[in-house]
């Protein structure tokens, strides 16, 4: 979806189980957005806890039972979420999914 207002162009686009935006105010760049795009789906698919190939999903599944090797960029965005929630006392947490999880916050059948 794709709207023009002024000098912002935005894009907005379902992924990470959210819903996304992406605004320029540099005017519309469609290769920008692109990239940005392609970005986002390459940390889905590493990182994603709703996709059991993910490598994040693979972490998860063998906590506490045996390592798991992972590309150096997951490192790096499980490094930088753990420094923002330093950052902000626990504020953001990247951890939160398994509490939605628990509690079934994300699915039909919520239980909060």
Do not use: H
Not at 21 to 38: H, K, L, V
Not at 45 to 63: V, W
């Amino acid at each position: 979806m794709k709207a023009g207002s002024g000098n912002c162009y935005t894009e907005s686009k379902v992924g990470m189980n959210t819903f996304l935006r992406i605004a320029s105010y540099a005017g519309n760049c469609p290769e920008a957005f692109t990239a940005a795009w392609d970005t986002f789906q390459r940390i889905e698919q590493l990182c994603s806890r709703f996709e059991q190939t993910s490598q994040l999903a693979q972490i998860n599944q063998m906590a506490g039972k045996a390592r798991v090797p992972v590309a150096a960029e997951v490192l790096e965005i499980l490094l930088a979420a753990q420094e923002i929630a330093n950052f902000t006392d626990g504020a953001f947490d990247a951890t939160v999914g398994a509490v939605t999880e628990l509690w079934a916050i994300d699915g039909p059948e919520s239980k909060l």
